[in-house]
């Protein structure tokens, strides 16, 4: 059973571009979070989503940056116009329900130059 | 606002050293409390939680955590460190409120082992 994917797993943009991160939840998991760690910080939550659904984004930054978990595919979350201070790493974790234990992926680790 | 505090930043033992990483949070409701690791390049790994029952709980590779709910607190224990356990160690929290899950984190403790 393959663990929660992400990719990629490091990312370069320059100032103005798009970046778009992607988490495959672990089998049979319809829950999806994002968290970002900044340097020498703890993980952030940033959105709480479940297919096709919304629930929590109340981390999220109100411009800029958004997030999906479409019917098929994976999670996206997307930072437009990026700029240094989006440069951290991405987590994303998932959980089979609600109130369940979060398996984390590796991260995304986002530069901007 | 509620809030996990973990007191130290970097801790550096040498190997057969006994730990213990303190962790605190702020909020009054029922909590599910969690160490998670983070191995260098690695994803972040469940090390143990807490939901309910005996306080003294014992997770993987020999290290277990005590609540004590009169001090909101959830410290780390394991009685000596290998080097291998070098890594990055988060406390989380889950705020039952609202009825979903939302971890908040600590700040974290890099821990490094010298052999």
């Known amino acids: 059973n393959a663990g929660v994917m992400q990719n990629p797993r490091h990312l370069v943009r320059r100032r103005g571009q798009e970046a778009r991160l992607r988490c495959s939840p672990m089998?049979?998991?319809?829950?999806v979070y994002w968290y970002r760690q900044l340097p020498e910080e703890g993980l952030k939550f940033m959105v709480y989503l479940q297919k096709e659904n919304i629930i929590d984004e109340s981390g999220m930054p109100k411009e800029r940056f958004s997030a999906e978990f479409p019917k098929e595919g994976p999670s996206i979350l997307r930072i437009q116009q990026v700029v240094r201070g989006d440069s951290a790493a991405y987590f994303c974790?998932?959980?089979?329900?609600?109130?369940?234990?979060?398996?984390f992926g590796a991260g995304t680790r986002l530069s901007v130059l | 606002a509620q809030s996990v505090s973990q007191h130290n930043h970097h801790v550096i033992l040498s190997e057969a050293a006994s730990l213990e990483l303190g962790c605190n949070y702020s909020?009054?409701?029922?909590?599910?409390l969690f160490w998670y690791v983070q191995y260098p390049g690695q994803h972040l790994q469940l090390l143990l939680k807490?939901?309910?029952?005996?306080?003294l709980v014992k997770g993987i590779k020999g290290f277990e955590a005590e609540f004590i709910k009169s001090k909101f607190s959830f410290n780390l224990r394991k009685p000596s460190v290998q080097w291998s356990d070098t890594a990055e160690y988060f406390c989380?929290?889950?705020?039952?409120?609202?009825?979903?899950?939302?971890?908040?984190f600590g700040a974290g403790t890099r821990l490094a082992v010298h052999p």
């Open positions: 974790a998932s959980s089979p329900g609600r109130e369940n234990i979060q398996y």
């Open positions: 989380a929290v889950n705020l039952l409120s609202g009825g979903y899950n939302k971890l908040i």
């Open positions: 089998k049979g998991h319809s829950h």
């Open positions: 909020y009054g409701g029922t909590v599910n």
């Open positions: 807490y939901f309910s029952g005996d306080p």
